[in-house]
């Protein structure tokens, strides 16, 4: 196949498109935005970026503030980049393999673990589910896909938990980004959670009310926020979604009732009707059709269009 892409240039208020003419497996389509990215790739090379304020080893007092600019040591390289698309895809092997064409550093999906083992006494949350009835426990992705009857909504415990880590998160990105001027690629993030809120919501899974109160703790949280330069899609079919799924099996998704077309069918409308449109208000997208996962070489190219 050959390679689309459209590119928005608007450095001189004008659009090139053009037809790369390579033969590829992936087709990509720039989205033009508000404000175009430009990264030089590194291919694997370190980038050089200056001196970093040592943040997770010295505090950022008042006399940091006013010796320390911060902005000294901003370059083409340091943005925020989201990497989303459908369950499964291989958002986080997509994540790694960019980072490294241009020195990122990458923030992974948050999972189970970080929502449930204690930071500081390392103690897991889950030990205690055994004691707990349904409604108190400590809720996981797998308890959510084997559930057999999902519409009993403790599955909105879960996506509550999701939020509030994926949020945590994007903090530390920015805090990596801010104190060292290197660009962070966050898989799976904070701005594309409301896909699977409002799915849910759609599938019977979350309530009207915790709709409601899930709307208002977003609202008036992720515009603290400072928002991301460029959104990667990896666009696939969601047949895709689950043949991907159902071989890496993680948490039950074959034989799973919440896993079901209806809920993947929301996800896929959801993704592409709301979020990215609302992403080119303030950043770049680029759309990749990921149908079939590319080798080094089409890297390149993904890295050649940035």
Not at 67 to 74: A, C, L, Q, Y
Not at 119 to 135: A, H, M, T, V, W
Not at 185 to 195: A, K, L, P, T, Y
Not at 262 to 284: A, C, N, Q, V, W
Request: a neutral charge; one cysteine or more; glycine letters at 6%.
């Amino acid at each position: 196949m050959t390679i689309i892409a459209k590119c928005a240039l608007r450095k001189t208020g004008q659009f090139l498109c053009t037809n790369l003419g390579v033969n590829s497996n992936l087709s990509l389509v720039f989205v033009p935005s508000a404000s175009a990215s430009y990264m030089r790739a590194t291919y694997g090379e370190p980038f050089g970026y200056q001196k970093p304020f040592p943040y997770e080893k010295k505090k950022f007092t008042m006399m940091s503030e006013i010796f320390d600019k911060t902005i000294h040591r901003f370059n083409e390289n340091t943005k925020a980049i989201l990497v989303e698309g459908g369950p499964g895809v291989g958002k986080t092997d997509f994540a790694h393999k960019f980072a490294k064409q241009f020195d990122l550093k990458v923030f992974d999906s948050v999972h189970d673990d970080s929502l449930w083992i204690d930071r500081q006494s390392g103690y897991d949350l889950r030990i205690l589910n055994e004691f707990l009835p349904p409604k108190l426990a400590f809720y996981t992705t797998k308890m959510f896909y084997e559930n057999p009857h999902p519409k009993d909504q403790l599955g909105c415990k879960l996506q509550f938990q999701m939020y509030e880590e994926k949020f945590r998160q994007y903090c530390a990105a920015l805090q990596h980004l801010l104190n060292t001027g290197q660009g962070v690629v966050i898989v799976r993030s904070v701005w594309s959670d409301i896909v699977y809120a409002e799915a849910m919501k759609a599938s019977g899974f979350m309530s009207e009310g915790a709709m409601k109160y899930y709307n208002e703790v977003r609202l008036n949280s992720i515009c603290e926020l400072i928002k991301p330069h460029l959104t990667i899609y990896l666009d696939t079919p969601i047949q895709t979604w689950k043949d991907r799924s159902f071989k890496k099996s993680r948490y039950g998704e074959k034989n799973s009732p919440a896993f079901n077309d209806t809920y993947l069918s929301k996800l896929d409308s959801i993704f592409k009707t709301k979020f990215l449109p609302e992403m080119k208000k303030h950043g770049e997208v680029l759309q990749i059709d990921w149908s079939e996962e590319a080798d080094d070489l089409e890297m390149d190219t993904v890295s050649f269009i940035l």
